[in-house]
Structure formats: structure tokens, C-alpha cells
């Protein structure tokens, strides 16, 4: 008997919260109430019910019965694991130390690594690493310098003493020489790799690496329609070739013919054909024709300028901007701009020296992004506090710490004593993008809280009247 199975593995192998109401939301999508899933899933009769309901365990069992008769793969029926149930979380100094591990390349030690704060929550990666390989020179082509092949995930680095950045675009090496408060932005399966210059001071740097939107879903899509599919979406970097696939797209997608867009925007057909070959960019008042005559909004038909020279964004401290935050007049935080890219327009990467004394409301980090913090060795402490769920936290924070902030937390940062602590700060977008902010937006009064956690069938049983 399944339900007798269920039983005994649901003492050990329960998926945990949140499983119950995917479960019901993936029935209510394909229309099977109770009794059709118990038909469906070979349960007896009743169980679906317990399980939807909380009643029952959901087991691994039962989620790859669902996904072997349903079509769902298990994936959409494990819920992510908050492990940041206090809305921050932090990472000691003394932890990341205990992770410390010394990676070799050559046969000889190239790299100490330690781990920074992480959560499930976010695709950050962020490792603390060291330099162990010196060198004299700055050519890249030195045999000390050990390459790697490239790495799935975007890098964002931020140098701290004379570290070598050397980096591989379109088959050419280049080296770069770094110094304390200089950062790049580098685009994933780039080679790069780094050295010390001097070994009688510190030279290390935060890579802070992030999948964005990369992984997840999108790649795990992907890697099955296979890689015709991923040649045939994939859109240039250049701006107007980008512009002129992707409209095309909208218009195969649409089954539109030149002649038709023409009678829809009131741009001729010849003008059509010149924006579609690429040969010049539309006007912003032509794409807002296009857009009204496509039914999609004008960033639907727009690319980001490519922002990154041979696979790279280099910020050179020297050239970076710095303001006062909140105001001119109130200089809470001096904060300096970081290397950036308009390719991820939500990712934001800082530092800040933590210059306020109190913690007034309008000075909280609020933000829709995820938020990774490291304060950078600095003096003293800083004291960190923020609310979350009605309650409210604090912790005092020092050089080599670092903390996750889940979107919308305001947490607020104040120095303890007469130094400036700085804060490298890394802001990046979570698979709540823009469009499913907006689709949120347009949710009638309570779609929210269903779409969140659904619990209730799509019809009523009982048949009455709303
Ligand atoms: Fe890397």
C-alpha cells in the first residue's frame, strides 16, 4: 500500500514547510481537487487532503510519484529553505577563519580561500582570498601565473594591497595593476586569475561571485531545450544588433509581417527594414510606436549598453565617486561608487564609511535587492540593527565580519566609537525581477497572500455564490 509506505517514510524523510501548499498550488493548476489527485497519485481516499492540508507529511516518495504522473519535475515541489529566519544573517570573522583552505595550482600554494556570508537565499558567493604567488613583474604571460578556465558565475572584485588582476578576452591576456579600493565587474567563463606584488603586505581581495538570474531556473531550462535553443535566444552584445533580434523576435512571435507592424505604428516599411537590419537604432519616439503597436512596455524593446570593455568593468579608486548620504547636509555615510555594468542594472556595489553616530529612521539600508555587507578592516566596531517580523535586532560589527540582508529589511549601521568603519556593500536583484514585481502589483486583494502560500482549492466545493 502507498499510504502504508507514506507512512513509515514520513518519519524520516519529511520535505519540511512550504511543500504542502506547492503541492496544492501545482493541483489546483492542472484542476485536480482531492479526490481526482488521490485517483491520479494511487493514494487512498482522503490522503491528498491530509497532505495539502498539513495533516500528513510530504515525503520524497510521494514528490517523485507527483513528478513521475504530473507534469512538474520535483523541483517545483521543494520549497527553499529559509535559513534566514531573523531577516539578517550574520557571519563571523572567526568563522570565516576556520574556513580558511590553501588551494594549490603549480604544485605549490596559489590562493587561500575563506568563506563570507552566505545564505540559500541568494545566489552569492562571496570568498575572502589571499594571495599566495608573488611575482616581479606584470606579464601575463609570466609562468608563476596560474590561469583558471573561467567560472560560471559573475565576479565582482574589490582589491585591497598590490594585487596583479589579469584577465582573458577574444584570446588576449591583459594584467592590470590594483591597489586598495580599485574594483572590476567580470563577465562569467572569463579567464582571470591574481598575484601579489609584494609579499610584505597584505594583498587579498573579495570576490564577491553571484549567479543573478544565470542559474536556477533559466539555466536549468536551458541546459534541457539544449544547445540550439541556447544559440537561438541568445542576443547580441551590441546594441543595435541586440535591438534587432530581439524585435524580430516580437514580431515572429507575433506572426506580424512588415506590412502589418507598418499599418499598426505608422512607420513605413522601409523604415522597418532599416531598423531590423540592424543599420541604425529607433528614435525614442519610434519605439514608443513600436512598443503600443507590439503591446509591450518600451523597456520590453530595449538592451543595456554593453558596459564592459573585453569582458571587464574596471573602477579605479582614484576616478570613483563619493557622496554624502542621506543628504549634503546630514553625512551620515560617505559613499563611493564601485565598478558596475548596465548588463545588471539591479546589482549595485558600494563602499561606505559609516560616519553616524544614531540610528534615525531614514538611514536604514532599505532595499528591494538582496544585500551582502563585509566590513572592511577598518577601526573600531560598528553597531547593526534592523527589524524584522515586529521585532527588532542588533549586533556590533568589526573588520573581517560580514552579514545577508534579505530584501526590504531596514537595517541601519552606526559607529561605536571614534573611528569610520567601511562597509563593502554588494546589492544584486533575486529572481523577483521587475516584471514579476509588476505582475504582483496587479493581483486582486488577497493574490498576494495566495500566491505566496496557496491553501485553498480554486472553486468552492459547496457551489455557492461569492
Ligand atoms: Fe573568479
Not at 49 to 58: C, E, F, Q, S, T
Not at 100 to 125: F, K, V, W
Not at 265 to 273: D, F, G, N, P
Not at 295 to 318: E, W
Request: some cysteine; aromatic content about 8%.
Amino acid at each position: 500500500m502507498v499510504e502504508e509506505r507514506l507512512d513509515s517514510a514520513s518519519r524520516d524523510a519529511a520535505i519540511g514547510p512550504g511543500v504542502a501548499s506547492l503541492l496544492r498550488a501545482i493541483a489546483n493548476d492542472l484542476k485536480r481537487n482531492d479526490e481526482a489527485a488521490d485517483a491520479d497519485l494511487g493514494l487512498a481516499p482522503g490522503t491528498f487532503a491530509d497532505l495539502v492540508a498539513g495533516r500528513r507529511a510530504v515525503t520524497w516518495e510521494l514528490i517523485q510519484r507527483v513528478s513521475a504522473v504530473w507534469p512538474v519535475s520535483e523541483r517545483d515541489l521543494l520549497p527553499v529553505r529559509d535559513d534566514c529566519p531573523l531577516g539578517v544573517r550574520v557571519h563571523r570573522f572567526e568563522s570565516s577563519l576556520k574556513s580558511a583552505r590553501i588551494i594549490e595550482r603549480g604544485g605549490a600554494p596559489y590562493y587561500e580561500y575563506r568563506d563570507t556570508a552566505m545564505s540559500r537565499l541568494a545566489s552569492y558567493r562571496p570568498e575572502w582570498i589571499r594571495m599566495l604567488r608573488t611575482v616581479d613583474n606584470d606579464d601575463p604571460g609570466n609562468p608563476a601565473v596560474a590561469w583558471n578556465s573561467g567560472h560560471l558565475l559573475y565576479q565582482f572584485t574589490f582589491f585591497v594591497g598590490p594585487v596583479n588582476y589579469y584577465y582573458e578576452w577574444g584570446g588576449t591576456k591583459r594584467c592590470v595593476r590594483m591597489r586598495t579600493g580599485d574594483s572590476i565587474f567580470g563577465l562569467p567563463f572569463a579567464p582571470h586569475t591574481f598575484t601579489a606584488r609584494d609579499d610584505t603586505e597584505p594583498a587579498y581581495i573579495l570576490a564577491l561571485t553571484y549567479g543573478g538570474h544565470l542559474t536556477g531556473d533559466p539555466q536549468r531550462e536551458l541546459s534541457a531545450l539544449g544547445p540550439a535553443a541556447g544559440d537561438h535566444l541568445a542576443l547580441s552584445l551590441s546594441p543595435e544588433a541586440g535591438q534587432a533580434e530581439l524585435l524580430k523576435g516580437l514580431l515572429r512571435g507575433r506572426m506580424f509581417t512588415l506590412p502589418e507592424l507598418s499599418a499598426r505604428c505608422h512607420l513605413s516599411v522601409v523604415e522597418l527594414e532599416a531598423i531590423l537590419a540592424g543599420h541604425r537604432q529607433p528614435s525614442g519616439q519610434e519605439l514608443a510606436v513600436l512598443a503600443e503597436a507590439l503591446d509591450v512596455a518600451v523597456r520590453d524593446l530595449l538592451l543595456p549598453a554593453a558596459g564592459t570593455v573585453d569582458g571587464v568593468a574596471v573602477q579605479l579608486a582614484a576616478t570613483a565617486r563619493s557622496w554624502w548620504y542621506p543628504a549634503e547636509d546630514d553625512r551620515a555615510f560617505r559613499v563611493t561608487q564601485l565598478a558596475r555594468t548596465a548588463i545588471h542594472p539591479h546589482t549595485t556595489a558600494l563602499t561606505v564609511d559609516v560616519l553616524a553616530n544614531d540610528e534615525p529612521d531614514h538611514n536604514s539600508f532599505q532595499t528591494y535587492q538582496h544585500q551582502y555587507v563585509y566590513v572592511l578592516d577598518g577601526v573600531g566596531s560598528a553597531r547593526m540593527s534592523w527589524e524584522h517580523a515586529g521585532r527588532r535586532h542588533h549586533e556590533t560589527i568589526s573588520g573581517g565580519d560580514s552579514a545577508y540582508v534579505k530584501p526590504g529589511v531596514p537595517v541601519r549601521f552606526s559607529r561605536t566609537g571614534p573611528g569610520i568603519l567601511r562597509l563593502l556593500v554588494l546589492r544584486i536583484g533575486g529572481s523577483v525581477t521587475t516584471e514579476v514585481r509588476s505582475a504582483l502589483g496587479a493581483m486582486p486583494a488577497g493574490g498576494v497572500e495566495r500566491y505566496l502560500a496557496e491553501s485553498q482549492l480554486w472553486y468552492d466545493p459547496k457551489g455557492g455564490a461569492r
